[in-house]
C-alpha cells in the first residue's frame, strides 16, 4: 500500500472529507472475518443496521491494529508493495456495489482504480469451454472493446482467461475480480495473466487473507461465486457464452436479474437439449444473443 491514511468523504456527512487509516479498517475487516460462522451475508447484515458504520466501529482498536499489522506484512511478502484498499465510505467506492445482495465493505486492490469507473460489461462462462465457446467469446470481446466497454471476468480458467486476454490483444482494458485473496493465484496456470492485470489494468479481491488462509480449500471454495455477486454489481451487463446447470456462473445470472442489470446469454446456449436454466432466466428478463446486435442495442442505442 502506497499510503498510511485514504482520504474519504462518507454519504451521511456530505462532501467533506475525513481521513480512513486504512491499516486499522484492513484490521478490523480481516477480525471481523475470524468470527465464529462469519460470511458475507452476516457480516452485510451487521453494516445494514449501522450504514454510516466503518469496520473499526465493530473492532476493538489494539485487536484491529494488531490483525492490521499481521494482513499488511504478509500482503506486502505475497504481492508487493503496490496494492491498496477501497472502504464504503469513501469518495471514489463505487456507489452500486451496494446493489449487491450482500455488498462488500472493504474491496483490496493493485492496478489502476480508475478504471472502476469505466462503462464495463462481464464475460463470463464454463472452465471448460468447448472450441465454439472460445471462438464466440474471443469474437464478442473484440465487439464489445470496440464500442468502448471495459471487460470484467473472473480470471478463472476457461471462458474468463479468454475474455480477459482477447480484451487486452485487442487493445482494450480489463479488471479481473477474483476469488482469492490478493497475492494467491487460482489457477496457478494464470500467475503471468494476473500479474500483468495487478500491474497494467485492475485486479479486486474481497477476500480475507487471514481466514482463507486459516481454512481448509475445500470450504474456500466458496469464495468463488460471492466474487461473481460483485462483478455483477460492478458492471451494467453480464453476458453468458456457455455454462451447465451446475456452474458458478448462474450466481452472477440471479444476481444481474435482481439487481436490475442486464443479462444476456448466447443463443447457442438455448440449443443445448440438456440444459434447463436459459430458458428460466429468458422468462425472467434475460435476453437471448442470436448476433452482436442483440446486445448493441441494449448497451449502445
Not at 480477459?164 to 497475492?183: N, R, S, W
Request: glycine letters at 6%; charged letters at 30%.
Amino acid at each position: 500500500m502506497t499510503q498510511a491514511t485514504l482520504w474519504a468523504s462518507r454519504a451521511d456527512n456530505g462532501p467533506i472529507s475525513q481521513p480512513i487509516d486504512a491499516a486499522l479498517e484492513i484490521g478490523a475487516y480481516e477480525t471481523l472475518w475470524a468470527e465464529r460462522n462469519a460470511t458475507f451475508k452476516t457480516i452485510a447484515e451487521k453494516f445494514a443496521e449501522s450504514p454510516s458504520a466503518r469496520p473499526s466501529d465493530f473492532v476493538p482498536e489494539e485487536v484491529a491494529r494488531a490483525a492490521g499489522i499481521r494482513v499488511l506484512k504478509q500482503l506486502r511478502e505475497k504481492s508487493g508493495a503496490r496494492f491498496d484498499v477501497r472502504i464504503h465510505g469513501e469518495v471514489d467506492y463505487p456507489a452500486r456495489l451496494r446493489n449487491a445482495t450482500h455488498p462488500i465493505e472493504l474491496l483490496y486492490f493493485q492496478g489502476q482504480w480508475e478504471l472502476i469507473a469505466n462503462r464495463s460489461v462481464a464475460v463470463v462462462g464454463t472452465r471448460k469451454p468447448s472450441p465454439e465457446g472460445v471462438a464466440r467469446t474471443r469474437q464478442l470481446t473484440k465487439k464489445l472493446v470496440q464500442d468502448g466497454f471495459t471487460i470484467v471476468s473472473g480470471l478463472a480458467e476457461g471462458v474468463d482467461t479468454v475474455a480477459h486476454t482477447t480484451a487486452i490483444e485487442a487493445g482494450g482494458e480489463t479488471i479481473a475480480v477474483i476469488g482469492t485473496p490478493l497475492g494467491h493465484t487460482y489457477p496457478k496456470s494464470n500467475r503471468d495473466l494476473q500479474d500483468r492485470i495487478a500491474r497494467e489494468f485492475l485486479l479486486i479481491s474481497q477476500v480475507p487473507l487471514e481466514r482463507y488462509e486459516a481454512q481448509d480449500y475445500r470450504i474456500n471454495r466458496l469464495f468463488f461465486p460471492e466474487r461473481n455477486k460483485t462483478m455483477a454489481a460492478l458492471t451494467e451487463a453480464t453476458v453468458i457464452i456457455e455454462a451447465g446447470e451446475t456452474s458458478g456462473t448462474l450466481v452472477q445470472a440471479r444476481e444481474a436479474l435482481k439487481q436490475k442489470r442486464r443479462l444476456f446469454i448466447l443463443n447457442s446456449c438455448f440449443e443445448r437439449s440438456d440444459l434447463t436454466w436459459p430458458r428460466r432466466f429468458e422468462d425472467e428478463g434475460a435476453v437471448r444473443v442470436r448476433d452482436y446486435d442483440d446486445i448493441r442495442r441494449q448497451l449502445v442505442g
